[in-house]
């Protein structure tokens, strides 16, 4: 990253987003039953670097890593539309840590950039799971459909008279 002697700044930046994220993570009650048994200041922490780490990486490794991060999400039972509301309020709470300097703009650039990237990988991993899913029911009904189907000829063919059996 092109940083100009400001990643102290922004490492505090992203810590202090990070922190006001998690305030509104656990104010909303429909969540809280995903961090019944999480460490959240663990959480937070591993998140706030993860984030860190992931803003250096090219677009195809944000894709990578934030596709892997949807399928946990998706198998985790969190509806992608609330998945999707917490990225908007990272973002809300990373741009309400942003002051106007000179350099602000390539970070405002870098970090949106970052976040169009992020839910588009998001949405692969809750994609890819949910066809699966769906191939799975699919093939299940296929499969009893046709079982039904066999069974119930092989019923009729026994209460047949044995005369018209082929």
């Given at each position: 990253?092109?940083?100009?002697?400001?990643?102290?700044?922004?490492?505090?930046?992203?810590?202090?987003?990070?922190?006001?994220?998690?305030?509104?993570?656990?104010?909303?009650?429909?969540?809280?039953?995903?961090?019944?048994?999480?460490?959240?200041?663990?959480?937070?922490?591993?998140?706030?670097?993860?984030?860190?780490?992931?803003?250096?990486?090219?677009?195809?490794?944000?894709?990578?890593?934030?596709?892997?991060?949807?399928?946990?999400?998706?198998?985790?039972?969190?509806?992608?539309?609330?998945?999707?509301?917490?990225?908007?309020?990272?973002?809300?709470?990373?741009?309400?840590?942003?002051?106007?300097?000179?350099?602000?703009?390539?970070?405002?650039?870098?970090?949106?950039?970052?976040?169009?990237?992020?839910?588009?990988?998001?949405?692969?991993?809750?994609?890819?799971?949910?066809?699966?899913?769906?191939?799975?029911?699919?093939?299940?009904?296929?499969?009893?459909?046709?079982?039904?189907?066999?069974v119930n000829e092989?019923?009729?063919?026994?209460?047949?008279?044995?005369?018209?059996?082929?």
């Amino acid at each position: 990253m092109e940083v100009t002697g400001s990643t102290k700044r922004l490492h505090n930046l992203i810590s202090s987003a990070f922190e006001l994220f998690y305030r509104e993570l656990r104010n909303d009650p429909y969540l809280l039953r995903f961090f019944e048994k999480v460490d959240m200041k663990e959480l937070q922490q591993k998140q706030c670097d993860n984030f860190t780490a992931a803003l250096q990486e090219s677009k195809e490794e944000i894709l990578q890593r934030f596709a892997k991060l949807g399928k946990m999400h998706y198998e985790m039972g969190l509806p992608y539309s609330r998945y999707i509301k917490s990225f908007q309020t990272l973002l809300k709470s990373i741009y309400s840590q942003v002051t106007v300097q000179e350099d602000t703009l390539w970070l405002v650039e870098k970090i949106q950039q970052f976040f169009d990237h992020a839910i588009e990988g998001s949405a692969l991993g809750y994609l890819q799971q949910m066809l699966e899913y769906d191939t799975q029911v699919i093939q299940k009904l296929l499969k009893d459909s046709i079982a039904e189907e066999f069974v119930n000829e092989h019923l009729l063919w026994i209460e047949q008279d044995p005369q018209h059996r082929p």
